[in-house]
């Protein structure tokens, strides 16, 4: 699976968690009563009158294992209504045989906080022996996308409106469909039968054995078994969908009018599944299901669920639309999650995890494959590159507070639902997949694959905890260099955090002292700062500029305090880490730090590759975020990016400038573009506005968005003009999908620019291209005429006022003052408009979280203090953003100094000059030295 709970779930299961708490509720099945099989019958649209109402059969044939003697059966049921339930001998077969007894229902025991149903018997189950369970009973089709429930979409030749129905088991969500034993480690195999109208078909986790007439109009559809798995991995769609392929193999389906557009998916699935084949040497087919299907939604909570045999994926990851979704980036997208989903065949589906608290061991591995595999089939990507910014960078800033999570809870930990929930964090994907990429290159690749098959083949259909995994990698890790890998692997999976190597060069540059502490953004905020890590060491110097073997050289252990370098010769530079490949941060000493911008500004960044100059601008603007550098010095140093023309590193600039560039304020902003167009010189000089279809590579388009949207917004290098210029041409060049949002706002900033954005707006018809067209229009810097006679008189929802209100300000943030001005002169006109005080409160709050001076602070307060009145309880947001205000200021004020003053200083042109020719000399001194 591929996102996160909503709202709505977390602050429901923690009331569940709350009330559990103060009754002392047991909410895990107490494992007296294990199941092996489910007979289950489910039946929809039978009453037209009622047509989110339906019915079920479900026997389940259950052995009890002790202790003796078990007088009850209890299960997990929520919302179902039990009309009848009887316990029968097992007899000759799984169909049952003679009943043993029938339930009086009235006696069942529901407890709606721990979701448990409780069937009492009126003499035991004997130990070892089977029986069926059977219940009949009647649900509803949800709307909130958990169990069973609906979506629809309109046919676009006709404009008639389908409905579908579809399921969404993960995580704890069987038993709003039929009552079973809702846990993971409680696999069993599941006979199918969907009862159904005419006019539909039923597609589920196996292949379709039959189809037989149930009286007038109504349909059986029978499904093969499957092999035994958890609840949460059944599903099932009722719909009227069109397969690409073959459905007894491989097939992606989907609703009719997209059959053309899903041909890329099926092609990339095709290729993944053959590659997984040969990786893990345990073909897919197999593990025990000989169908795999993938099927599009309308309407999904997520991008993707990794349904044993039926991944469901919201139709944004199969569909590739023509002219809309066929781009660069939608392709990868789709190439990562289908990459992704696929691999929970094995990790997830196969082999699961016994217990919530161990959720990672599917998310991490796939994830991890989500870069990694999808990187060996489509390298053009260079998704091995991209991993560490888009997931161990973006992790980091997790881990390193107070509400991280450690990847391995204990099972005690985690029981409720809330707790469950809690599992499904950023941690268990990206963190994981971060510490599994840092063991295979502890390990080597050879070693790495050998140790997963051999996890893989011993559990199959079977679950497992954090131990069995560690057992394979204790077999074939390598014996050198020593390390302690109980210590090893608990401590990044059992621990929370990471940390920072400080490295400082002594003795003529000789030795290098490397100390480890634990790297905080808020030291003050409860974290446990004197946690220690095994650490594994991995270097290159201007000596030695290896950086392709990521196998430690040693390992920094947590009992050593300091560890030593030594080098016969002295060094230049060192660069720790390689590749950014474990997971730990580096703070180099002033002397190292200067040496390695010379080296970064030499021919070819003197060998040291993007992941390394990604991740020193990474962990150089969190130092300074922290006060363990001042941002003068990391600004001056990323003075290197001026012959910078590699998508990594900017990524990482651009992702961390922008908590810096807000808070500088209009009158520093000059001297912000200023810099800001020096060092982009060169990258925007390789690529331009302009771009070609035919030569450009993946990087190279996604590298001109970022360059060109941080240079519009900030009116650099004249490229709002060069754009606008472009699009209003007597013969306009209509911009791919991947450059509409960037480019479209950009050549909105001058008039006849909006007014051709605006025409595009009303000509479209696709909803998703007209909230991008809309964006792009309120990058005007016409505010006034945007704000009057667009927002409040054109826009039709209070979302599009809201977007075009934020996009006015963030992509024009000179303008942040005036705007607030403009906006509440007239405040109950806003108010009107959004028919809301308390929307009204957000865009106020949202916008106040773009102040920069005390004056716009005065604002604020002014505005609260004659306007509170008229906003009722919503009034504390706009004390909250007052709040805020301040603390962003006071931040500013103590952190930005010198930088303002080093952005003002180079500004002036002898500064840049000087500059300039002092990174040339060093550079050239560095080729001499690198020659000799």
Known sequence: MTSSPSRSVAFWSLLVFLIGSVLGLDFRLNGSVVPSYYNLTIGVLRDSSDPTLFDGEVSITVRGVGPSPIQQITLHADTLEISSCRLLDVGGGLTGGSEVETVDISRMIYEAATQQVTVPLTQPLEVGRDYIVEFKYTGRIRTDMAGLFSASYEEAETNTTRWLALTQMQRINARYVFPCFDEPALKAKFQLQIVRPSGYQTIANTKLAKTTQSGSDRFVDSFAVTPAMSTYLLAFMVTGYTARGNTNEFSVLSRPEFYNNTEFSYEVGQRVIQAYNALFALPYAELGNEVLQYASSPRFPHNGMENWGLIIYSDDVLVRIPGYTDDWSDKEFAIRIIAHETSHMWFGDSVTFSWWSYFWLNE???????????????????????????????????????????????????????????????????????????????????????????????????????????????????????????????????????????????????????????????????????????????????????????????????????????????????????????????????????????????????????????????????????????????????????????????????????????????????????????????????????????????????????????????????????????????????????????????????????????????????????????????????????????????????????????????????LVEPIFKMITTNITKLAVSLNSWSETAEVIGDMAEYFTTRVQQQLLQDFYQNNQQLFGQSATVLSKSLDSVEANLQWAEQRLGRLVSFLAKRNSSSFVHATSLLLLLLSSLALIAISY
């Open 364 to 814: 991490a591995f796939a994830r991890y494959y989500e870069y990694f595999m999808a990187h060996q089939l489509y390298p053009e990507y260079h998704l091995d590159e991209q991993f560490v910014v888009r997931q161990m960078q973006l992790i980091f800033a997790t881990d390193a507070r107070n509400s991280t999570q450690p990847m391995t809870s204990p099972e005690s930990d985690i029981q409720t639902p809330s707790q469950i929930a809690s599992k499904f964090s950023a941690i268990a994907y990206a963190k994981g997949a971060c510490i599994v990429r840092m063991w295979r290159n502890c390990m080597g690749d050879e070693n790495f694959n050998a140790a997963i098959r051999d996890y893989l083949k011993q559990y199959q259909l079977s679950n497992t905890e954090p131990r069995n995994l560690f057992f394979y990698l204790y077999e074939h890790w390598p014996a050198t260099p020593a390390v302690n890998l109980e210590h090893f692997f608990a401590d990044y999976t059992e621990q929370v955090g990471f940390p920072m190597l400080i490295v400082n060069v002594t003795r003529q540059y000789h030795i290098v002292h490397i100390e480890q502490m634990r790297f905080l953004l808020s030291p003050g905020d409860g974290s446990n700062a004197t946690l220690k890590y095994t650490v594994p060491l991995t270097y290159a110097t201007n000596l030695h500029p290896n950086f392709d073997n990521l196998t430690p050289s040693a390992y920094l252990h947590k009992v050593v305090d300091i560890f030593q370098l030594e080098f016969d010769d002295p060094i230049d530079w060192i660069v720790l880490n390689l590749r950014q490949s474990n997971y730990q941060r580096v703070l180099y000493d002033t002397t190292l730090m200067a040496n390695l911008q010379v080296a970064l500004a030499a021919r070819n960044h003197s060998g040291i590759p993007v992941e390394n100059r990604a991740q020193m601008i990474d962990d150089f603007f969190n130092f300074a975020k922290v006060g363990y550098l001042d941002y003068s010095e990391v600004f001056e140093f990323l003075e290197y990016l001026s012959s910078e023309v590699d998508y990594v590193p900017w990524y990482a600039f651009f992702e961390n400038l922008q908590s810096v560039a807000k808070r500088l304020t209009p009158e520093q902003l000059p001297s912000f573009r200023s810099y800001l167009e020096d060092n982009t010189e060169a990258v925007f000089d390789k690529l331009g506005v302009d771009w070609s279809e035919e030569e450009d590579t993946p990087l190279d388009v996604a590298s001109r968005n970022k360059v060109v949207a941080w240079l519009s917004r900030y009116q650099a290098s004249g490229c709002r003009d060069q754009v606008h210029e472009m699009i209003t041409a007597s013969e306009p060049k209509k911009p791919s999908p991947d450059y509409r949002q960037t480019f479209y706002c950009a050549g909105s900033s001058q008039f006849s620019g909006f007014m051709y954005v605006w025409k595009l707006f009303l000509e479209e018809t696709r909803p998703t291209e007209k909230q991008l067209l809309w964006a792009a229009m309120s990058c005007t810097r016409d505010y006034e005429t945007h704000y009057y006679k667009y927002i409040l008189e054109n826009a039709t929802t209070v979302e599009m006022k809201k977007v075009g209100i934020a996009t006015l300000y963030e992509e024009n943030p000179d």
